[in-house]
């Protein structure tokens, strides 16, 4: 199953909607609205279509797959009884949203070509030896980034004024059905609700420079994230055996197989889990497929470039670089004070 | 005005409620229950004074502030026409939440002397040289925070089976008030909505180990960050000019003031705010006072150790150390690949 979110206009202001894809019929089908009429054709009166309806399929899809099971049995009632009515919409005719809003937001570095190459690259940038730390190899790490600045499908991606320097990153983002502890990577496995496209877009000249404060990366990263175009559910897809490719303006310039990851999803969601636990809705980015960014093939995106990443099994998550934001105010350097 | 959270019992099982804290009076009052109350003195009847309650006072402290000036009004309204009843409890009784549930939440590294302290410490423990980034003096940096794991006032702190060098971290919170994207410093002053305690429990070995793959701390921060015991509003403190002491079991650790911060929080908040902006309810840390943890003392906490952190015109908030979890299941190392 393909699970979306898209905007759609209502008597108060745009409003977030869950949705079913069906690329195959060119079409989403709104899923509080055809719950409604289902509800209407057994006998519901109007608000009580519309209360159900809206409990069941609240504009937060993290919201909606807390439910637990309760909420894809649902999906496959609602869509079951489907009549054509007002409910389905044109493909391309909806204004996406991030599929998932997730309450907090991961992403790994878990392929080793992609850390091999863009360690040498960025080493030489901060004109340190090219050595991969043992931590790399030892556990999935992965920095946290801001939930909050997820963008959907066809989304412009705004582009910071203190970058010049912008690539994206060609990445798996996995999303979690269902809250856990301690996990092993066996039971980790039930926990993986489906996948998702995420292009970590990344303002390179800021994130050497941050990084080097071992925070980890801030606004080299929390600018944008695009992800989508849907989630296919994780019974649909050989999660480790997945083509992902990245085109930019319609050329290719990145290939790369899910098959080359280092940790397993189960394995990092286990790790994810230890002393904190998972809940459901949250997003784990996979890290980027070997060659999967600009950063390791020598290129930079320009303003206006149309990036677009396809993985087998999902679909195609296309999203335009904006043009660089008007100068703001920056931090006035400080002086260290004297020892 | 001081706000928190609690925990009540209800009939559907435990419940989030907000409350006004009256520390002068060793009393918190429920502020759902108080504007219940107030509305049936009104002649509203039972259900829609319930409605109206759950609506301005939600489980939920971000949503609450997320209504803009409309909360800190309704708050006193409701506090005003207070009559001694049901949504009085005493100070001493309730069962204490984090005082914010952040949709996003940085730690920033803003007290000069901590990072010298730590840095040279830390440097030491990954056998560098104990040079402090230059970022450090460009920009505030920070690291992001899981807002899923923050535990409230004498809620005991877990203490993860990856870790035997545990600490404390002495902080201020900033809770932002209302949205804005980027601000100058001097628009930012607005946004601060109130100021709580912040106490980074840091798993020093852990962290050591992940910072060396440049993503910044995770399983070293995540576990368990304590916040509280309550929020008290920017217009009754003076937020760069605030003794801020620690005590282990009793005896003072640490001692500092928010006035040797090297960025101002509008500063901090503007920065934040560039590209990305920032949302009612986001929770930044100040980063640790100078001398505000026992890496810069030479010290670590031991299992049951007691912690207090005391902010001037806040309170004290106080957590225990847990015992060690069992050992679970770690991932297991992988040999790089030959070039």
Request: hydrophobic fraction near 40%; proline fraction near 6%.
């Amino acid at each position: 199953m393909k699970l979306g979110r898209i905007l759609r206009e209502s008597l108060e202001g745009a409003v977030q909607r869950l949705v079913v894809v069906q690329p195959e019929h060119g079409r989403v089908i709104d899923l509080a609205t055809a719950e409604y009429q289902r509800l209407l054709g057994t006998g519901a009166s109007a608000d009580a279509a519309r209360r159900l309806a809206s409990a069941l399929y609240p504009g937060s899809m993290s919201a909606a797959i807390a439910a637990g099971p309760t909420f894809l049995t649902a999906v496959a009632r609602t869509v079951g009884a489907l009549e054509e009515d007002s409910s389905v919409l044109s493909l391309g005719d909806v204004k996406w949203l991030a599929p998932i809003d997730p309450p907090v937001m991961r992403d790994c570095l878990a392929f080793e070509q992609h850390l091999r190459n863009t360690l040498t690259a960025l080493a030489a940038a901060m004109n340190m030896a090219p050595r991969i730390p043992d931590v790399y190899y030892e556990k999935p790490i992965y920095y946290k980034g801001n939930p909050l600045t997820l963008i959907g499908h066809q989304e412009e991606a705004p582009w910071p004024d203190y970058s010049s320097r912008m690539d994206y990153e060609l990445e798996l983002g996995f999303v979690i059905g269902r809250p856990g502890k301690d996990l092993t990577p066996e039971q980790a496995k039930a926990h993986l609700f489906g996948v998702t496209i995420f292009n970590d877009f990344s303002a390179r000249d800021i994130q050497a420079l941050e990084m080097q404060g071992l925070l980890g990366p801030a606004k080299g990263k929390d600018f944008a994230t695009a992800l989508g175009p849907w989630i296919t559910t994780a019974d649909e897809l050989d999660v480790h055996n997945l083509t992902m490719v990245a085109r930019v303006n319609g050329e290719e310039w990145s290939r790369g197989s899910s098959s080359t990851i280092m940790w397993r999803v189960e394995e990092i969601i286990a790790y994810i889990s230890k002393a904190e636990g998972v809940i459901a809705g949250e997003l784990i980015g996979s890290g980027t497929v070997g060659r999967g960014c600009g950063a390791e093939l020598g290129k930079l995106l320009k303003p206006g470039d149309v990036v677009e990443l396809e993985v087998e099994g999902i679909g195609i998550l296309r999203n335009r670089m904006g043009i660089p934001a008007p100068a703001g105010w920056m931090p006035e350097r400080r002086t260290p004070t004297k020892q």
